[in-house]
């Protein structure tokens, strides 16, 4: 099974959003997909579904033993993406979530403070992977990107220097900062639908 946990250790980093995106476009590609809110304190992925009345099933799920119980939970669904919180919230939250899941996905904004805070979670990550048994796909996505930016240049380089970055880019639009609460459509003809081709299409890892 496909699991996807969108991770980043700063808050408003676009991880909700990412995944609500990530989890349509899955959908859009006809695969049966789960939602899981492990955000303890905003559970907006959870609100978000209510609000739209999404068919996409979203469970909260804000525990430390995620990757133990992933499996059961997502039994018979083909793929599942994670929404987690800040550290701020859990950073024994974001660890079994990174511990659980196949692909890993860091939604970062091309500007400094973001990039300042990169390096925080790719060791989480690293410091999870002998725990596992081969190591996940990680990406950084780049998202707010504002169009014809020199940054987004300067922070695909410079974070390509520490992790692999995904060609796809999300664009910083009022369609994502109006997004939710609403349904969500064509989700593959944005950004998050090219990321998932290019994810799906790195190295296959299993948890
Ligand atoms: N591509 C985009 N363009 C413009 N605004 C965006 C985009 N993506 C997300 N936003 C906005 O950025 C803000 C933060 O997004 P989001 O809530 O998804 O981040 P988060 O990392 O889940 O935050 P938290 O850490 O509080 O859970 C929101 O107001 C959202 O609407
Ligand atoms: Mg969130």
């Known amino acids: 099974m496909l699991s996807i946990a969108v991770v980043n250790l700063k808050g408003g980093s ?12 899955l959908a859009e ?4 997909v789960l939602g899981v809110d492990a955000d303890p304190e905003n559970c907006s992925l959870v609100r978000w579904s209510d609000l739209a009345s999404w068919e996409i099933p979203v469970v909260g799920m804000p525990v430390k ?25 859990g950073r024994g939250i974001v660890t079994s979530a990174v511990r659980g899941a196949s692909h890993i996905v860091v ?6 403070m973001d990039f300042d805070r990169l390096r925080a979670v790719l060791d989480l990550i690293d410091d999870i992977d002998p725990l596992r048994g081969q190591p996940a796909a990680v990406a950084v996505l780049l998202t707010r990107v504002i169009t014809n930016s020199a940054s987004v240049d300067v922070y695909r380089a410079a974070a390509r220097d520490l992790v692999p970055v995904l060609s796809a880019r ?8 109006q997004a939710f609460g609403n349904p969500i459509e064509n989700a593959l003809n944005t950004g998050y639908g090219d990321a998932l081709s290019e994810l799906l299409g790195m190295e296959d890892h299993q948890p």
């Open 14 to 25: 676009t991880k909700t959003t990412s995944a609500a995106y990530l989890l349509h476009a």
């Open 65 to 89: 033993d995620l990757h133990r119980r992933l499996s059961s939970i997502a039994d018979g669904f083909d793929a599942v993406v994670i929404d987690t919180p800040p550290m701020e919230s």
């Open 29 to 32: 590609s006809g695969l049966s």
């Open 170 to 177: 999300v664009s910083r639009l009022e369609r994502f900062a």
């Open 107 to 112: 939604p970062m904004s091309p500007t400094p």
